[in-house]
């Protein structure tokens, strides 16, 4: 299966723990995207990588997010002090970008973060 | 501001009828539009898209109509069969921002 795949699928922690997420994107896709859903919600947009650089940033990623994608391959999304509120399901998509325009995002099966 | 509303939460077809899922939006800046069927524990699956500079595109069961004056797209799924039950969300791509913007989703069921 060469989808976006994301680790671990479940992370249950306590509250002040931090957490870190993978995603290893489809191959040949330079655009990384993350993004939460909470529950009855759809996805919500949280930062965007062209290849290595971070180009985008919601105004949702507080200052105890950071992501990073060091070699334009895999990316993780760490969050720092966890809280309550952070508990959702975190969502990694990659896609086709550039020259190549309206290219459809594929996302992977999510990590389920839930703070205790 | 919920700049894409899919208003119906919920939606129940009869086997072998037709589904009709719709989606508003208020950004006249998206020029993609995609939508993506879920189904739970997994993440969302790319169904199907159309550029702002048409009206219509057919894949196989499925179709997607949009109405660029009215703000308007609907997903419409021929005959609808019980496989297809899950959670659609309309998403919108605006390229000068990168990043697609959601709906809230409609749960289809579809009964045998």
């Known amino acids: 299966d060469t989808g976006v795949s994301q680790n671990p699928r479940h992370k249950i922690t306590k509250r002040g723990q931090n957490v870190t997420f993978r995603c290893d994107p489809i191959s040949e896709h330079n655009r990384l995207y993350w993004y939460r859903q909470t529950l009855g919600q759809g996805p919500e947009f949280l930062t965007y990588?062209?290849?290595?650089?971070?180009?985008?940033k919601s105004r949702l990623l507080s200052d105890r997010f950071s992501a990073e994608r060091p070699k334009g391959s895999f990316s993780t999304l760490e969050i720092q002090r966890t809280e309550q509120g952070d508990s959702a399901m975190y969502l990694c998509?990659?896609?086709?970008?550039?020259?190549?325009?309206?290219?459809?995002?594929?996302f992977g099966d999510g990590t389920r973060l839930s703070i205790l | 501001d919920q700049q894409v509303k899919q208003n119906s939460p919920s939606l129940s077809v009869q086997e072998g009828r037709i589904s009709i899922l719709n989606c508003d939006y208020t950004n006249s800046m998206f020029d993609y539009f995609l939508w993506y069927k879920k189904y739970p524990a997994e993440g969302p699956t790319f169904l199907i898209s159309?550029?702002?500079?048409?009206d219509k595109n057919e894949d196989g069961r499925f179709t997607v109509f949009l109405n660029k004056s009215a703000k308007h797209l609907s997903l419409h799924i021929v005959p609808s069969q019980p496989g297809d039950s899950a959670v659609y969300f309309c998403?919108?791509?605006?390229?000068?921002?990168?990043?697609?913007?959601f709906g809230g989703g409609t749960r289809l069921m579809v009964k045998p």
């Open positions: 990588f062209q290849n290595e650089a971070q180009l985008e």
């Open positions: 159309i550029s702002s500079i048409k």
């Open positions: 998509a990659s896609s086709l970008g550039g020259s190549v325009n309206n290219q459809p995002q594929h």
């Open positions: 998403a919108a791509f605006n390229n000068a921002g990168n990043m697609l913007t």
